[in-house]
């Protein structure tokens, strides 16, 4: 199937998707204002009554299930990706209720994995690279945008599993050289094979390779496929060992790092924050209405 056909059946299924979260969140947003309007609009809505008390924590179960409905979804897939990462002793956390992570050890090097809406699962596999680069299949479409945005030139890469993608490096030297190892074709073909979900991308950072497939099916999410990945992603650490780290000098930066190993942390602080902002905006309005603005 060609990149463009999967791209544009992966659009369809998400503008579906996007149509139908619109659909149930309309009825859903009516329900709340036709509950608030008719709790406001008694005979005995009035300063101090049951109804103006009750009126603005209405929203509340709203939010509280579409959250619930997310949660369930991420845990679901969350705990079959627990059980994939038992063999090596790791285990999962939860942050923020969209988001599961994995930190530990795999072969000596430190390994951190996130599973996300999507839904997505990317790996972070420790690599002493000092450069960066990106390694992804597109079609010419696809290129041209890339491109138009990006000041490298993607390179021609040798391994015959990588003739088919496109290939960026800010150390063209370092990134051909390490292609051009022994075990670099094999673990390219394992982690590239394209599928009938959008394909999956993999990018050199200054300390890690990282690697993501996005759509990812849930006949995909287990230990099998999950230690195929880990391993080959293993063969091009070492493989980028045996290259030795690139003269750019790059080092990580505090996006990178946060994006390894911090993030979510600050989701539940700023949602409940905001929850609670528009509580307050909702109760002033009604604290304005009801005792200001009404005559004596």
Known sequence: MAYESKVGGAYRQG???????????????????????????????????????????????????????????VLRRGRRLDRAFEPWGIKGHQVGGVLRGWHGEVGGRSLDAWFSKGPMLEIYLGCATATRGSIRRVGERVQRVTRAVSKREPLTPSPEEARGCQVYADDPHWMREWLAQPDVEE???????ETESVSPILDVAPDALHYRRRFLPIGEID????????????????????????????VVSSLEVWSRL??????LPLLFGCLALALCV????????????QPV
């Open 15 to 73: 503008c579906r998707r996007s149509l139908m979260i619109v659909l149930v969140g309309g009825v859903l947003g009516v329900l709340m204002v036709a509950t608030i309007l008719w709790l406001l609009g008694g005979a005995d809505a009035r300063p101090g009554s049951w109804r103006v008390l009750v009126a603005p924590l209405v929203p509340l179960p709203f939010v509280a299930g579409l959250l619930l409905i997310g949660l369930l979804v």
């Open 187 to 193: 673990a390219l073909g394992r982690l590239l094979t």
């Open 223 to 250: 230990a099998p496929h999950l230690q195929e990945w880990v391993e080959a992603l293993s063969r091009l650490a070492r493989a980028a060992a045996e290259v030795g780290p690139s003269g750019d000098g790059a």
């Open 262 to 267: 911090r993030r979510g942390r600050r989701f």
């Open 282 to 293: 909702v109760l002033g309005a009604l604290y304005v209405f009801y005792y200001v603005a």
